[in-house]
């Protein structure tokens, strides 16, 4: 059973652009949110995270937006540039876990 | 962030053989954690451990088994390999400090294909 969604497995965007790449999740006791970003042949890299308790972070060109209402949260990135392609996996944590639970990622294409 | 290594990187071998793949972080992390991931899917964690001597299951099963001897090493062993376990075996590392918000860093993994 699939507790994190990504339900767009790829996204094109012109560099300069806004990406805005979404997350849904079923778990109610996800507590802690994090997008990590991937190219191919190598590991995950940690991006951004959120927890609970806010609604929105910032890191520069990265912010995540979290609606836990909707248990729904986004990554936007402004300006895209065509480094951003990538795939890049929405993931959650519940307060009394360990594991990280990975939606299926986004492919992330930046064109010039 | 984290130096963590994984080794091989790529693995073809044939069914039967006995396989360990290697995993070290630099960072002198407690927390490490072994991830198998298909193409196209999600991130399934099979191993952790939280410290020498501490190895436990995840959430996925595993015909896998894991050894915690060393801070800094985390090997993940198959005795007898078969083309099932053909996947991506991600390893990762984070620190104690936080509990479940610690930031994992994740090595670049082991492609492993059983043929």
């Known amino acids: 059973d699939q507790q994190v969604k990504q339900n767009s497995p790829s996204l094109s965007v012109q560099e300069g652009r806004i990406s805005i790449l979404n997350c849904d999740y079923t778990?109610?006791?996800?507590?802690?949110f994090l997008w990590y970003k991937k190219y191919p042949a190598e590991g995950p890299t940690f991006l951004i995270s959120?927890?609970?308790?806010?609604d929105k972070n910032e890191d520069g060109r990265f912010t995540v937006f979290l609606n836990k209402s909707a248990k729904h949260l986004s990554l936007h990135i402004v300006p895209s540039q065509p480094g951003d392609s990538a795939v890049y996996f929405c993931?959650?944590?519940?307060?009394?876990?360990?594991?990280?639970?990975f939606g299926k990622g986004t492919s992330l294409l930046v064109t010039p | 962030e984290a130096d963590i290594y994984q080794t091989p990187r790529y693995l073809v071998i044939g069914t039967g053989k006995k396989i360990t793949l290697e995993c070290s972080q630099t960072m002198g992390h407690d927390k490490m954690y072994w991830y198998q991931q298909d193409p196209g899917m999600e991130l399934h964690l099979i191993h952790y451990?939280?410290?020498?001597?501490?190895?436990e299951k995840g959430d996925l099963s595993s015909e896998s088994t894991v050894s915690r001897i060393r801070t800094e090493h985390f090997p993940l062993t198959l005795e007898s390999a078969r083309p099932s376990h053909t996947s991506q075996y991600l390893c990762?590392?984070?620190?104690?400090?936080?509990?479940?918000?610690?930031?994992?860093?994740f090595g670049p993994g082991t492609r492993l294909t059983v043929l």
């Open positions: 959120i927890s609970s308790i806010k």
């Open positions: 990762a590392s984070s620190e104690s400090t936080g509990g479940y918000t610690d930031t994992q860093y």
């Open positions: 993931a959650a944590v519940a307060l009394s876990g360990y594991a990280l639970n």
């Open positions: 451990s939280y410290g020498v001597n501490s190895t």
């Open positions: 778990n109610s006791m996800f507590d802690y």
